[in-house]
């Protein structure tokens, strides 16, 4: 997503990134207290916990105000040791905002 994201951004430059939505992290079983499920399990024991977690993370990230995250994206993208540092911009947003 993030390749595409940033073909988009170099190609408009004054694009205005609005809206950005992030998981909290790559273990997102753990991370949210949700039962380990299988991408093909449609149960609604399984959904719905992800369901919640999802919707929790979208309002950490709409009270975080969008306006902080295209400027904090350009900052990341354009430096190479930010990048080195916080290899997924999801780590560097989180630590940047105290996620």
């Not at 977690?53 to 430096?79: S, V």
């Amino acid at each position: 997503m993030l390749n595409s994201l940033s073909a988009e951004l170099e190609a408009y430059p004054n694009v205005n990134l609005r809206y950005y939505f992030q998981e909290t992290d790559d273990n997102y079983s753990i991370s949210t207290g949700c039962p380990p499920y299988s991408e093909l399990d449609f149960s609604d024991t399984t959904t719905w916990c992800l369901q919640q977690a999802g919707r929790r993370d979208a309002m950490t990230m709409l009270g975080l105000g969008q306006e902080h995250i295209g400027p904090t994206f350009k900052t990341w993208l354009n430096d190479k040791q930010l990048r080195k540092t916080y290899p997924k911009f999801r780590n560097y947003l989180n630590e940047k905002f105290d996620l």
